[in-house]
């Protein structure tokens, strides 16, 4: 099966744990979102599958291969992380070009076409591109080396609400045309909600929730309407959280949802974002 398997991967920074015996398989053309706070371990996890880091036990292995020391199965792989991999004073229209020759099925008309989109200008040298661009930027390499796994760390740090909303539009194209595996680790659970199939979720080094996202927001639901209402309803309930806006009130429940609802309680899906901060808490 083609897939990215991680085995038993442990990995330790002195007396920090960063992995913990971690196990995980990253199927196909599957969108997953990896979901932690900070510190978690997420980073660590995908800098160790890309062979960046090295881990002090465990083995991962892509289409069945072994990584380590292996170009054809790391070839397979992409990350996009904090650093960005080229030489600062190279200007951003070469480091497409430079890039056909690490990655062969990089498409260089398709990144220059982005480029426009996002407005980024190719003419100007790395080093002097904002935070914003500057992630613009190693987000159409990521999108167009078309390998079969694209990992992405924070894909959207420093970009305004405009560029990623083109952003997400833009990955939900290229995956119905071109599907492979992406992996997105993000702290923006709300906006990747509707992206995601998969939700891997991370706490304290450790593997707390592997499974699809609609299998995990099946395990609750939301309450909303009047205040007294809901009050009523959940009084016996197990409360994620809640808000209230004036006389309204909305209730996130853990649990199956009682089969008569009373009237003037209307039931929703349960909200992805306030599900993790519960787990994580």
Same mark, same amino acid.
């Given at each position: 099966?083609?897939?990215?398997?991680?085995?038993?991967?442990?990995?330790?920074?002195?007396?920090?744990?960063?992995?913990?015996?971690?196990?995980?398989?990253?199927?196909?053309?599957?969108?997953?979102?990896?979901?932690?706070?900070?510190?978690?371990?997420?980073?660590?996890?995908?800098?160790?599958?890309?062979?960046?880091?090295?881990?002090?036990?465990?083995?991962?292995?892509?289409?069945?291969?072994?990584?380590?020391?292996?170009?054809?199965?790391?070839?397979?792989?992409?990350?996009?992380?904090?650093?960005?991999?080229?030489?600062?004073?190279?200007?951003?229209?070469?480091?497409?070009?430079?890039?056909?020759?690490?990655?062969?099925?990089?498409?260089?008309?398709?990144?220059?076409?982005?480029?426009?989109?996002?407005?980024?200008?190719?003419?100007?040298?790395?080093?002097?591109?904002?935070?914003?661009?500057?992630?613009?930027?190693?987000?159409?390499?990521?999108?167009?080396?078309?390998?079969?796994?694209?990992?992405?760390?924070?894909? &959207? !740090? $420093?970009? @305004?609400?405009?560029?990623?909303?083109?952003?997400?539009? %833009? =990955?939900?194209?290229?995956?119905? #045309?071109? +599907?492979?595996?992406?992996?997105?680790?993000?702290?923006?659970?709300?906006?990747?909600?509707?992206?995601?199939?998969?939700?891997?979720?991370?706490?304290?080094?450790?593997?707390?929730?592997?499974?699809?996202?609609?299998?995990?927001?099946?395990?609750?639901?939301?309450?909303?309407?009047?205040?007294?209402?809901?009050?009523?309803?959940?009084?016996?309930?197990? &409360? !994620? $959280?809640? @808000?209230?806006?004036?006389?309204?009130?909305?209730?996130? %429940? =853990?649990?199956?949802?009682?089969? #008569?609802? +009373?009237?003037?309680?209307?039931?929703?899906?349960?909200?992805?974002?306030?599900?993790?901060?519960?787990?994580?808490?």
């Amino acid at each position: 099966m083609n897939c990215i398997e991680v085995k038993n991967i442990t990995k330790n920074y002195g007396r920090t744990c960063a992995l913990d015996n971690v196990s995980l398989c990253f199927e196909e053309n599957k969108i997953y979102g990896l979901l932690g706070r900070n510190g978690a371990g997420k980073s660590t996890l995908l800098n160790v599958i890309t062979n960046r880091i090295f881990a002090d036990s465990g083995e991962v292995f892509v289409d069945g291969q072994p990584i380590e020391g292996n170009d054809a199965a790391l070839g397979k792989l992409y990350l996009m992380s904090e650093k960005t991999n080229y030489p600062e004073k190279m200007k951003v229209k070469h480091a497409f070009s430079w890039s056909k020759n690490f990655y062969p099925g990089f498409d260089a008309a398709y990144a220059a076409s982005l480029a426009e989109k996002f407005e980024l200008d190719t003419n100007k040298m790395i080093k002097s591109l904002s935070t914003g661009y500057n992630s613009i930027f190693k987000l159409i390499i990521a999108l167009s080396v078309n390998t079969p796994y694209v990992l992405l760390d924070e894909p &959207v !740090l $420093g970009l @305004d609400a405009n560029h990623r909303e083109l952003f997400y539009r %833009i =990955l939900l194209e290229k995956y119905s #045309e071109h +599907p492979c595996t992406i992996i997105i680790s993000t702290h923006l659970i709300e906006e990747v909600s509707g992206l995601i199939e998969n939700v891997i979720i991370i706490k304290k080094s450790k593997i707390i929730k592997d499974e699809s996202c609609e299998e995990l927001l099946s395990q609750g639901y939301t309450v909303s309407g009047s205040a007294s209402n809901v009050d009523t309803y959940i009084s016996n309930q197990n &409360v !994620l $959280g809640a @808000d209230t806006i004036g006389g309204l009130k909305s209730a996130y %429940i =853990l649990g199956t949802r009682n089969t #008569e609802i +009373p009237e003037g309680i209307e039931i929703s899906k349960l909200d992805l974002q306030k599900l993790f901060i519960k787990l994580t808490n």
